[in-house]
């Protein structure tokens, strides 16, 4: 199955680019996708336990099961000022 993935923030530059198509196998989880994202992108490997995630316009947790053409957002944690 294929997913869209965005990067935001600081994680444009982890990844050296703004998306990327990511192939999973069917029933795949977000936890499993941002595996083979490190795969790919090695830096993004510091942000592993940071990292908030949403499919579409929801945040959801990493046992959360992708469909099929799901686009998924990767975020640094939110900081307040």
Do not use: W
């Not at 995630?53 to 046992?63: L, S």
């Amino acid at each position: 199955m294929r997913v869209t993935v965005h990067f935001y923030s600081y994680f444009k530059d982890l990844a050296g680019r703004a998306q990327t198509t990511e192939n999973l196998p069917e029933n795949g989880t977000l936890g499993e996708l941002f595996e083979s994202l490190i795969v790919r992108f090695p830096k993004l490997a510091a942000m592993q336990k940071s990292t908030m995630m949403a499919v579409g316009v929801e945040y959801q947790d990493r046992g959360y099961r992708l469909k099929e053409g799901d686009e998924v957002s990767l975020f640094p944690p939110v900081q307040g000022g």
